[in-house]
């Protein structure tokens, strides 16, 4: 896959398209370098599509507290930022690049424009967002678990079958991790630590092996 069609290339939303399209598309994309740590989007910024072609970047909202609650995490071929492109005004949502990560930006007024010329995009991006709400929805329910070992196991199943592999890496850090579970990362490294002595999992790093699926699904 060559740079120049790599963005409009790795995301659903576009590469249906045939190739001279997806150019057309790549023509009005900005391409940004982002260090780690560094925000990508913030509230009341700019009405945009972020598109993600290499890195991580995180989707968090802060509690009245100051608390970062993480979302999710967009990985490759991952964007955010499509309720904005149709006048929704993004209040809460920060996006930050969880290592040194690529973007493709797309504003508002393009896009509005290819909707027009490719009506078939609008149906895709309906069929995209409710695979996004689905995913919401999993992690309501997560929060909505007592106990944290329920929500790791329940986690790890989840990506195992996104994976479609029983061994898979993490994609976020544990931090992260904690904090979309909804826990704190001394309180997950103990219940990872459980799930290993149970030989229900073996994990090095950000390297999981699911030994035995059977009984996270019993947890």
Known sequence: MSQEHLC?????????????????????VNHRIVDKGEQIFTPDGEEQLVIVARGNMKVYQLSSNGKEQVLRVVEPGGYEGENQLFGVRNDVLFGEALETTEVCILKQQDFSDLLLKYPQLSLKLLEINAAKSVRTEQQTQF?????????????????????????????????????????????LSRKFKLLEKEQLIRREKRHVVLLDPDGLEDL
């Open 8 to 28: 409009v290339s790795l995301v659903p939303l576009f590469n249906h398209l045939d190739q001279d399209d997806q150019k057309k598309i790549h023509a009005l």
């Open 143 to 187: 929060l909505m678990m007592e106990k944290v070992e329920e929500r790791l196991a329940t986690y790890l199943l989840d990506l195992a079958k996104a994976t479609g592999k029983n061994a898979f890496d993490l994609p976020m850090k544990m931090k992260e991790l904690a904090l979309f579970l909804g826990t704190t990362p001394e309180t």
